[in-house]
T-cell receptor, first 113, second 115 residues
């Protein structure tokens, strides 16, 4: 089954404790991306990647890091989480052509206390 | 700067009534346009997309949208609302001035359907 898998789905952590949210897709997609969803703000893009070793900042990259060492994986790293990073996070992927459907994971609820 | 505007954070309709959710974008060059639906506690599901083919696009669950270049709009409609349509709807755009690499979302419209 074609899917985008995120882990963990739910996490409560403390300020400053590094964490990684993993994202994996099994569709051989070139394009992968991370979004955060906050009430009233919709989804905002954090980082995206056009292919292995090619990443770029989205609209809200501060406080986040990403890497794309393999085509299927695109982890999101919070080096020193802060409460303002409490949010619902989505990973997404698609084939390279921009008109292609973008598939989303089920989301990761992150709370930083 | 590129932007996507969804008018109305909440839209209420009665079951059987017309659904109209509005989306406008800022670009003089036609972008790629998408509508996604999010049911409570779930991820996003694609309803339909415009990729420079027919301007009237039909999607799943009876939804359709019309691309109007002159109005820079891509409004979502459904002739007759069903209770199961209650969800949050997002318009999303890939703009040409970013090489279509960035996907920009509107702030979403929550559709409420009453019996």
């Amino acid at each position: 089954e074609a899917q985008v898998t995120q882990n963990p789905r739910y996490l409560i952590t403390v300020t400053g404790k590094k964490l990684t949210v993993t994202c994996s897709q099994n569709m051989n997609h070139e394009y992968m991306s991370w979004y955060r969803q906050d009430p009233g703000l919709g989804l905002r893009q954090i980082y995206y990647s056009m292919n292995v070793e090619v990443t770029d900042k989205g609209d809200v990259p501060e406080g986040y890091k990403v890497s794309r060492k393999e085509k299927r994986n695109f982890p999101l790293i919070l080096e020193s989480p802060s409460p303002n990073q409490t949010s619902l996070y989505f990973c997404a992927s698609s084939l390279g052509f921009p008109g292609n459907t973008i598939y989303f994971g089920e989301g990761s609820w992150l709370t930083v206390v | 700067a590129q932007s996507v505007t969804q008018l109305g954070s909440h839209v209420s309709v009665s079951e059987g009534a017309l659904v109209l959710l509005r989306c406008n974008y800022s670009s003089s060059v036609p972008p790629y346009l998408f509508w996604y639906v999010q049911y409570p506690n779930q991820g996003l599901q694609l309803l339909l997309k415009y990729t420079s083919a027919a301007t009237l696009v039909k999607g799943i669950n009876g939804f359709e949208a019309e691309f109007k270049k002159s109005e820079t709009s891509f409004h979502l409609t459904k002739p007759s609302a069903h209770m199961s349509d209650a969800a949050e709807y997002f318009c999303a755009v890939r703009f040409p001035n970013t090489g279509f690499q960035k996907l920009v979302f509107g702030t979403g419209t929550r559709l409420l359907v009453s019996p």
